[in-house]
């Protein structure tokens, strides 16, 4: 499965090629439920996609810059924790050698090294690949079909179907991806057909064995090791890949949330050891499958069949 996408996070990038509208009030209460929980995530490059001179868009901004000024004290105030931790640790082993001592000297030494690249990451002005990068339970920019126009909404890459009750998201972690066989199955009947969107995205990241990758069996006593390769079509190119979406309410809250439609892999995805991959849609198609009609399922999947077909460079992910 799609465990990972490199997005292009620039909404204006899909008015530009689109025509689409842009929905800044669902940004808006995206960045302010931000405000109130940091563990909501949403990629740097999608921050700094903002940079219209309109009051919403200075609305959006206000929020983020809380968000930022607020992170930053609070790496620091870990920052100082931990420094004193560590100094606490090392003042003890200089008068003797106790297992308490040596796991908070390993611990604070490793936590002040992941607080320190924190800080260079949110201080850094310039952005780098891996800001436009999402994982499971992100937030990314989706483009749909609503009230007769193309609109682009911000979704959490991970889907809660309408109806279904919170605890799916953790009953079922894997709907971040939805199998082009199963659409129809109890879990996505509801949303395929209904309710479909676009994320373009340039790359997709996939776990595999390594034995796998190297076409090899385990050797004796070897342990299966993981390791995360990133595929880009070739010709360097972004895709229109297909998605269905959700807006699901519950009590005082909602959520917008997606999956990314995947497949049966071409030969290229399947030698290195994945079995799994996205659907990037032509763009002629796009209207037609934003446009979902339940009651020409066989259209929609001719849409899916018509696919872009590059060729997936794959490498091992930095």
């Not at 931000?34 to 949403?42: A, H, L, Y």
């Not at 640790?89 to 040596?102: D, G, H, I, S, V």
Request: glycine share 4%.
């Amino acid at each position: 499965m799609c465990y990972s996408a490199q997005i292009i996070a620039d909404y204006l990038k899909y008015v530009r090629r689109f025509g689409a509208d842009v929905s800044l009030t669902d940004f808006y209460e995206l960045y302010w439920l931000r405000s109130k929980n940091p563990k909501v995530k949403i990629p740097r490059a999608m921050d700094a996609a903002f940079v219209d001179e309109t009051d919403e868009v200075a609305r959006i901004r206000s929020l983020m810059a809380d968000y930022y000024e607020e992170r930053e004290r609070s790496l620091q105030q870990d920052l100082f924790a931990q420094k004193k931790r560590l100094a606490d640790a090392e003042r003890t082993l200089q008068t003797k050698t106790t297992k308490k001592a040596l796991e908070d000297q390993r611990i604070a030494t490793s936590k002040i090294e992941w607080i320190l690249g924190k800080q260079d990451e949110l201080r850094r002005p310039n952005l780098v690949d891996e800001d436009s990068r999402i994982f499971p339970g992100w937030y990314a920019p989706v483009m749909v079909w609503q009230d007769g126009r193309r609109v682009v909404r911000p979704m959490r890459y991970q889907c809660r179907p309408a109806g279904a009750p919170a605890f799916y998201d953790t009953k079922f972690p894997g709907t971040y991806n939805a199998r082009r066989d199963n659409l129809e199955g109890t879990f996505w009947k509801k949303l395929f057909g209904y309710t479909h969107g676009v994320m373009v995205a340039n790359a997709f990241f996939e776990n595999v064995s390594r034995h796998t990758m190297e076409h090899r069996e385990l050797v004796a006593g070897e342990k299966e090791e993981n390791v995360v390769l990133e595929f880009r079509p070739q010709p360097t190119q972004d895709m229109l890949l297909a998605c269905v979406w959700s807006e699901w309410r519950g009590e005082g809250e909602s959520l917008l949330s997606f999956a990314a439609i995947t497949d049966e892999p071409p030969p290229e995805v399947a030698a290195a050891g994945h079995d799994r991959c996205v659907i990037p849609i032509k763009p002629e198609n796009v209207d037609a499958w934003l446009r979902a009609d339940p009651k020409d399922l066989a259209a929609m999947y001719a849409i899916l069949d018509d696919r872009e077909r590059p060729y997936y460079e794959h490498r091992l992910a930095a």
